[in-house]
C-alpha cells in the first residue's frame, strides 16, 4: 500500500511538484516577500509559509537576499510576528541573534500564552501561541523547565483522550497540545487514549474532520490529524484514500485549497505537502 501511495505522490502526476513551486514562485513580491493573493503587499505569514513549502519541495528559494533583506526590516511585535519571521529566516539560513532569544525568554519568564486560554476567534487553537513560543525555544536551544507547562497541557486532556478548552476536544487542539507536549520531551506512550481520539477523527472514505461525529474533512484537519499520529508514532489507517482526498483540493493554479471547491492558500498547500510526504513511506 505504501509503496502505491509513493508512486502516486511522486507520478500523480509527474508535474504536481512543479505545479506547486510555480504557485509559490508567481506569488513572490518585488520586495522579496510573499502574499498567496497575487499582487498583494507582502506579510510574514506567507512567507514564511511560501519557504516552507519550497523547502519541502527541494526548491531553491528565488531572490533569497532580497527576501532576507524584507525580513530583517520587518517590525516585530506579536509572537505571530516572531514565530513566522524568525522560522522565515531561519530556513534561509539567517543567526536568528539576541533579539529573539532575548523575546522567547521573556515570553516563558513572564508566563505569557502559558496558562491563558484566551484566543482570537480566527485562531485555529487555544494553544497555538503556546506552540509558537515551544517551537522558537526549540530553535534557540532555550532550556525549558517543562513540568508546569505540561502539566496544564495535561489538565486539558478530556475523557475522549482528545484536548481542549471546557472539557469539549477537537482534533485542532489536540495537534497543538500534542506537537507542544512532544517538545517538552514528555513520554508520548502516555497519550494513548489520545491515538483512539484521533482515530475517531479518521475516516475511511479519506481525511480527518475536526470532532469525531464530524462527516466533511478539511485540509487542516487532515494535516493535524496525520501529524498528530506520526508524533505518536502511530501511522494514517487509510493512506490512499486520505491522499485521494488531498490530491481533490489542488485547483489548476497549482495551489491547494481546504476543500474540493475553495481558493488556493499558501497556508492549505503546506498542509497537503506536509501530509503527503509523511503519507509516503
Known amino acids: 500500500m ?5 508512486t502516486r505522490i511522486l507520478t500523480a502526476d509527474a508535474s504536481l511538484t512543479k505545479n506547486v513551486v ?7 513580491n518585488a520586495d522579496g516577500g510573499y502574499n498567496f493573493v497575487q499582487g498583494d503587499e507582502s506579510n510574514a505569514n506567507d512567507t514564511y509559509y511560501g519557504l516552507a513549502i519550497l523547502k519541502l519541495l527541494d526548491s531553491p528559494f528565488p531572490n533569497v537576499e532580497m527576501t532576507l533583506d524584507w525580513l530583517r526590516k520587518f517590525r516585530l511585535g506579536t509572537i505571530y510576528s516572531f514565530y513566522y519571521v524568525g522560522k522565515a529566516l531561519s530556513l534561509c ?3 536568528l541573534g539576541n533579539r529573539f532569544e532575548k523575546y522567547v525568554v521573556s515570553t516563558i519568564t513572564s508566563k505569557r500564552h502559558f496558562g491563558s486560554m484566551d484566543v482570537y476567534i480566527e485562531v485555529a487553537s487555544e494553544f497555538r501561541a503556546t506552540h509558537m513560543v515551544l517551537e522558537l525555544a526549540n530553535l534557540l536551544g532555550v532550556d525549558l523547565t517543562s513540568k508546569d507547562v505540561v502539566d496544564w497541557f495535561l489538565a486539558h486532556k478530556n475523557e475522549d483522550g482528545g484536548f481542549g478548552a471546557h472539557s469539549h476536544s477537537n482534533i ?3 495537534y497543538y497540545a500534542t506537537a507542544c507536549i512532544r517538545l517538552l520531551k514528555y513520554d508520548m506512550g502516555n497519550l494513548q487514549s489520545t491515538v483512539a481520539f484521533l482515530r475517531a477523527c479518521e475516516k475511511p472514505y479519506g481525511g480527518f474532520t475536526v470532532v469525531p461525529q464530524s462527516f466533511a474533512p478539511y485540509m487542516e484537519y487532515t494535516h493535524y ?3 498528530a499520529l506520526d508524533a505518536l508514532g502511530e501511522n494514517c489507517r487509510f ?3 486520505t491522499v ?7 485547483n489548476a493554479n497549482g495551489g491547494f485549497a481546504r476543500a474540493d471547491l475553495g481558493i488556493s492558500t499558501f497556508e492549505n498547500t503546506f498542509q497537503a505537502v506536509n501530509a503527503m510526504q509523511k503519507l509516503a513511506p
Do not use: A, H, W
Not at 2 to 6: C, L, R
Not at 22 to 28: E, G, H, I, K, P
Not at 244 to 250: A, E
Open 22 to 28: 510555480n504557485y509559490v514562485v508567481s506569488r513572490q
Open 244 to 250: 485521494d482526498f488531498v490530491l481533490s483540493c489542488q
Open 172 to 174: 485542532n487542539s489536540t
Open 2 to 6: 505504501k509503496e502505491f501511495i509513493s
Open 93 to 95: 539560513g539567517e543567526d
Open 225 to 227: 490529524g496525520v501529524m
Open 239 to 241: 493512506p490512499s484514500q
